[in-house]
């Protein structure tokens, strides 16, 4: 957590701010997070952002190859 938390107070130096509308549970849950991550409500949604995009790659890397990129690995480079 400590490294979570080093990260989070970089951040809040180069940081401007905005405001997002979320309902009142999804509030209470990010501020729950924070609680465990003994960091802010904004730095507990950027992490939650950077996981989601890390999700996303993931996924988009897990996805088999499409033929052409297949044989394009596969070709001889010599």
Do not use: F, Y
């Not at 009142?24 to 730095?43: C, F, M, S």
């Amino acid at each position: 957590m400590l490294a979570v938390r080093r990260w989070s107070e970089r951040m809040l130096i180069c940081m401007q701010s905005t405001s997002v509308r979320v309902d009142v549970h999804t509030h209470e849950e990010i501020k729950r997070l924070a609680a465990e991550l003994d960091t802010t409500v904004g730095n507990t949604v950027t992490l939650a952002v950077r996981a989601l995009r890390q999700d996303r790659i993931g996924a988009d890397l897990s996805t088999p190859l499409r033929d052409d990129e297949a044989e394009w690995l596969d070709a001889d480079v010599g």
